[in-house]
């Protein structure tokens, strides 16, 4: 059975709602710094796994733009309808974006691999996944907590996004680090095709709460922690 969203309008739901609106704005602002370093390093470079972490960059950049406008519009006091609306619409765009994520890394990985690009070792990409092995986790369960609150699938979705991106900056690096030290170019690829299983995975439940309105039932709103 389809989800009711419930936007009664409470002090303890309007600051769950300011606090969702605030770690939107810092995921949109740490991804835009991401997705600008990712992407430019892993084309110089020929990183197929610093490419792969960009896009992965971009997509979270447009779900998060998407989300802060559900969350602004429940802000702004909304109708329950259009709330629902808002919903829905971002947990489209979180499933189709992890979707079209997990098409691009097998298909650049694979290209890579029968190609045998090498890949040249970046100090800037293993900077740059250490500080999201860091800060994803920490954007991951705020988000987590909030969409528990709030009941929302699309904040619950665009958390998937942020623990794939949490685990693709560990395989990056992983990755990274075998090419730099040991001169193992294939172990770049590798690192991108070995988060495809998740990202479907995450891909397949926020496409579900997308056409179902489902949200995560393991907790009660206001629990923190399953």
């Not at 329950?80 to 829905?88: I, W, Y």
Request: with cysteine; charged share 20%; proline share 2%.
């Amino acid at each position: 059975m389809a989800r009711s969203l419930s936007t009664s309008s409470t002090p303890a739901r309007r600051d769950q709602v300011r606090l969702g609106i605030g770690i939107e704005l810092i995921t949109i602002g740490w991804m835009v710094i991401e997705a600008a370093v990712a992407l430019t390093t892993g084309i110089l470079s020929r990183s197929v796994s610093l490419e792969g972490f960009g896009i992965d960059s971009i997509i979270e950049l447009i779900a998060g733009g998407i989300l802060l406008w559900r969350l602004l519009v429940e802000q702004r006091g909304g109708s329950e309808e259009r709330v629902e609306l808002a919903e829905r619409r971002a947990s489209w765009v979180t499933a189709l974006g992890l979707f079209a994520l997990a098409a691009y890394i097998v298909v650049d990985s694979v290209w890579t691999l029968l190609a045998q690009i090498h890949p040249e070792a970046s100090w800037w990409g293993l900077g740059l996944a250490l500080a999201a092995a860091i800060i994803m986790p920490l954007l991951w369960q705020g988000k987590l907590r909030i969409a528990r609150r709030i009941g929302s699938a699309a904040l619950k979705a665009d958390a998937a996004c942020s623990v794939t991106c949490a685990y693709m900056s560990l395989a990056l690096l992983l990755g990274l680090l075998l090419n730099r030290i040991f001169g193992w170019w294939w172990a770049d690829p590798l690192a991108g095709l070995a988060l495809v299983y998740f990202i479907v995975r995450e891909g397949r439940e926020a496409w579900h709460e997308a056409r179902t309105g489902e949200s995560c039932s393991c907790c009660s709103d206001d629990e923190d922690d399953c």
